[in-house]
């Protein structure tokens, strides 16, 4: 039944059904069908504002602070923006079956709302996004190579080439050779968190070579947003 919640084939069979008149057992069937999705939907998309309300609780004192030094124009713009991040989350959350990707769509969407500065709707969209995406274990790949080189990271605009190789052999894979890590930051790379470094030139094209990426300024943003303060 959750394949359902996710499949367009389903909602295109509702949409069609509700042109006939169904009789037994096809009706039966569609109303199940039906009424698993309604709850299902609704029950994704209550466990995304729970975590809204549990991670904003943290951030009361300041969100009135801001609220009181905003201008009235100011704080109606972002209560806009809020509400219509909070309906692309909602419909994000409906969407997914991770109950750990839809947390981590409402930690997003909090840490986007009670910053100071202005609300990049954009960006918090397309990092609610990146975490319907990427699985627990592809976050945690994420999280260790900004564990060995994050700090190096915040004060610059890039890691140099070198800097970065040698720091990789610090995560917790060494130097192995694994194709699992290819296919983790590969994917990293594709939403633009990572970056492949380009191998030595002194690399015999006969050798075997585990590939080594770079942490970019996007990986770290969407680290930062996805930490939970809870």
Partial sequence: MENLSVSPVTKAVLAVSSYF??????????????????????ERIR????????EIRGHDAELKRLQEKLPTADAA?????SRELLIDASRKA?????????????????????QPEFIDADEIEEMMRIAVELSDR????????????GEA??????????DAYTRWEQGRWGASIDPEIDSVFSKLESYGLVAR???????????????????LKKGLRFSRLAKSSV
């Fill in 47 to 54: 466990l995304l504002v729970e975590t809204l309300a549990n």
């Fill in 77 to 81: 713009i972002r209560e806009e923006v």
């Fill in 21 to 42: 008149t169904l009789v037994w057992p096809v009706n039966k069937a569609v109303d199940t069908i039906k009424n698993h999705l309604s709850a299902d939907s609704l």
């Fill in 153 to 162: 990271l915040q004060a610059q605009d890039h890691l140099p080439r070198y």
């Fill in 138 to 149: 592809e976050v945690d790949f994420l999280r260790e190579l900004i564990r060995i080189e």
């Fill in 94 to 114: 409906s969407r997914t079956r991770s109950k750990d990707r839809i947390s981590r769509i409402g930690v997003i969407l909090t840490n986007g709302i009670v």
């Fill in 197 to 215: 470094l380009a191998p030595p030139s002194n690399l015999n094209i006969m050798a075997d070579f585990q590939n080594r990426y770079v942490l």
